[in-house]
């Protein structure tokens, strides 16, 4: 293993130095990462790249071949339209991880802020812990997978893909054009695969899965102004 | 007029259908009715049908005896355009500055897309992808390739980024600013269904905003991004709809783009809520003068390329967008009438007789593809032909050359809209644009 200091590097000459290192069969750790945005941006060759720290914007954005792991916590947009290989946060990633998540696996084993995997398409995206509001929003493929609570929001205007959650209380925050439905055996299976190769302790059977309807939203159907007479027959204008 | 309010008069008096009653017209009768039945606002095609100022405000002023003319059939006038050259290691060098803007498969059939792609490979032009992908006969088919980051990213991957020779990051358009893509149930037929991974026959709202930049900080650290993906060869351009310009302008300036794509009111569009396209943004030539403007006042006027889009139609709006400060035009809805579209305004439907606005195997029959190619090409010639005659009758051996002073404004409003002394009495009426 190779280490790295980035303390003095840009992000770009980072990436420019973990291709090479890469490229000539060698495994990296990045020391004094000091939460640098881009880091692995696109990167197509093979092997594993650890962060000993936190990143900033975009860690492993369009990534497309190697590991990336990253000790701390990661910032917004982690592995966004990321193509293949594997990006594992070990501490909490910011709002907006995997959005349009194209094919590879995503592993965050804190929680995340909003919209986890907006507009995905493909792929893995795992957060062990919570996840904030309108996760999964507009999904186009792939499974997200939600091992702690979940917030408002959930599946909003999901197109294809499915979301797994193990939140009791998933039901009553779901977002328009999903239902919470039961797992396939085939869907057990491979989840729990995935739990064991990632070292999580769950049992996939625990979790209900959230999947589209192509009815509602997808309709060309306004959904507001939902004009309530009776409530402002009620309303305090005093008051508010 | 006195017929109507007379009845001491033997005539007949004019019947209701036959008096105008101001606001109270057709247009206005039909929209109350689609409310009243349908509780929700009108989905339309082609854009804003209201009356906005347009460049036919302006006129250019020949050369006489202060310049010489230049030969209308004898002597050049250079067309060659190159955009993008702030940053980007490849700029698109174009021959003429005549773009086909971003309209996408799914709005339009395969065959129309196909026939404006290789219409850009027989005059040296670029066409734009639009949402929903790209299809592979349009980039094998088209002379240069620009490809748009939609908010959707509906059949984007990093495969599109690679397959462009520009890029275009899509904040808005003209015909809808503030809101997103639009595709009715009748067009996401099985072929475009799959290019977008949607299921079949939805009506599409697609994603409203990017996923992955929520403001103009992170889009700064996005551009990074997207430079070290495309080796920092690739121009990146953004595409913003008319709205606060000199704000809008001034930040897209700062993300570090390489050009800007600015969308008039009045731009074209495959699906609109009808509110959206009369109601949001302003018109494309003041647009253009504040945009201009503001890249003055930031002294990168000759670094950033400015692409002017929303009601193009001929040489004329071409020239005049060029005198202004524009480095290039884009034109939708010119294209697609060049093919044989009549602006119908009901592209949403997806009938289109002419087998442009359709996913209809039947209709798409009616577009024969190396036909529909040669007519946009023989428009974008004809176009520039047009701008040509006009910029050598102004004595210009350059396209680019055209210049403010070139022109005049005829009417009071487009004067002070635009800084450009009125016709006759070369006076300004607000605040001048470049002339003292
Ligand atoms: C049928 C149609 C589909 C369109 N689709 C898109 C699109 O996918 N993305 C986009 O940025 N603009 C789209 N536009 C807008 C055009 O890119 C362009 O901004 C506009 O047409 C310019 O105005 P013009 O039609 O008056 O030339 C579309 C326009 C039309 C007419």
């Keep these: ?240 | 007029m006195s017929e109507v309010i007379d009845n001491t008069t033997t005539k007949k008096p004019a019947r209701g259908k036959d008096v105008q009653r101001g606001i109270w017209n057709a247009q206005t009768i039909a929209e109350v009715r689609y409310k009243a039945e349908n509780g929700k606002h009108r989905i339309r095609g082609c854009g804003a049908t209201r009356e906005l100022p347009t460049f036919d405000d302006l006129i250019i002023l020949p050369g006489q005896m202060t310049r010489m003319t230049i030969d209308t059939y004898r002597e050049k006038c250079d067309t060659r355009t190159v955009l993008g050259k702030r940053h980007a290691t490849k700029p698109l060098v174009l021959e003429t500055p005549i773009m086909i803007a971003g309209m996408s498969y799914g709005a339009l059939s395969r065959e129309a897309k196909i026939a404006m792609a290789k219409a850009t490979a027989m005059t040296g032009t670029v066409i734009s992808n639009g949402e929903g992908g790209l299809l592979p006969e349009e980039r094998e088919n088209s002379y240069r390739q620009s490809i748009q980051i939609l908010p959707s990213r509906l059949g984007f991957s990093r495969r599109s980024l690679e397959a462009a020779d520009m890029l275009e990051y899509l904040v808005g358009i003209g015909a809808k600013p503030g809101l997103s893509g639009h595709l009715m149930g009748a067009k996401i037929t099985e072929e475009v269904a799959a290019m977008r991974q949607l299921p079949v026959g939805i009506d599409l709202h697609s994603h409203p905003r990017h996923g992955d930049a929520f403001g103009a900080d992170d889009l700064m650290v996005k551009m990074d991004q997207l430079r070290e993906l495309t080796n920092g060869e690739t121009p990146i351009f953004i595409k913003i709809a008319a709205a606060r310009v000199r704000d809008d302008v001034k930040i897209a300036v700062k993300t570090g783009v390489d050009g800007i794509i600015l969308d008039g009111m009045q731009g074209g569009t495959g699906a609109a809520p009808v509110m959206a396209s009369e109601n949001l943004g302003i018109p494309t030539m003041p647009a253009l003068v504040q945009a201009v403007k503001t890249l003055e006042e930031m002294g990168v006027k000759d670094e950033v390329s400015l692409i002017i889009s929303g009601g193009i139609r001929d040489g004329a709006d071409m020239a005049k967008a060029l005198a202004i400060g524009a480095d290039a035009v884009a034109i939708g809805t010119g294209a697609m009438v060049a093919m044989g579209c009549s602006v119908c305004l009901n592209c949403q439907a997806g009938r289109c007789a002419a087998g442009i606005g359709t996913q209809d195997p039947e209709q798409r029959k009616n577009l024969i593809i190396d036909e529909a190619a040669e007519r946009v090409a023989n428009y974008i010639r004809g176009m520039t032909a047009e701008a040509m005659l006009l910029a050598k009758a102004a004595g210009k051996t350059k396209l680019k050359n055209l210049e403010r002073e070139d022109l005049r404004s005829l009417t009071l409003e487009s004067c002070a809209m635009t800084g450009i002394p009125l016709v006759g009495s070369n006076y300004t009426f607000g605040t001048p644009f470049g002339f003292c």
């Design chain 1, 1 to 240: 293993m190779e280490f790295v200091d980035a303390k003095t590097l840009s992000g770009k000459d980072l990436n420019v130095i973990l291709k090479d290192r890469l490229g000539k069969g060698l495994d990296v750790t990045v020391k004094n990462s000091h939460s640098m945005h881009n880091i692995g941006t696109g990167m197509k060759e093979k092997g594993k790249i650890v962060v000993d720290g936190s990143t900033g914007f975009y860690t492993g954005g369009f990534l497309e071949g190697p590991s990336i792991e990253v000790l701390g916590d990661a910032g917004w947009y982690a592995g966004d339209n990321m193509m293949s290989g594997e990006l594992i946060i070990r501490k909490n990633a910011g709002c907006n991880a995997g959005s349009y998540l194209y094919d590879g696996t995503i592993v965050i084993y804190g929680g995340t802020g909003n919209r986890p995997g907006y507009g995905m398409k493909g792929g893995t995206l795992l957060i062990c812990g919570d996840a904030g509001g309108w996760a999964g929003q507009m999904t186009l493929g792939g499974r997200l997978i939600i091992l702690g609570k979940v917030a408002a929001g959930l599946g909003e205007s999901i197109y294809k893909g499915v979301i797994y959650v193990k939140d009791r209380e998933a039901e009553s925050k779901l977002g328009s054009n999903c239902f919470v439905d039961d797992l396939t055996g085939e869907e057990i299976t491979s989840l729990n695969d995935l739990f064991g190769k990632y070292g999580v302790d769950q049992e996939a059977a625990e979790l209900r899965a959230v999947r589209p309807m192509t009815t509602g939203r997808h309709n060309y159907v306004l959904f507001d102004p939902q004009l309530e007479p009776e409530k402002a027959r009620k309303y305090n204008p005093f008051q508010g």
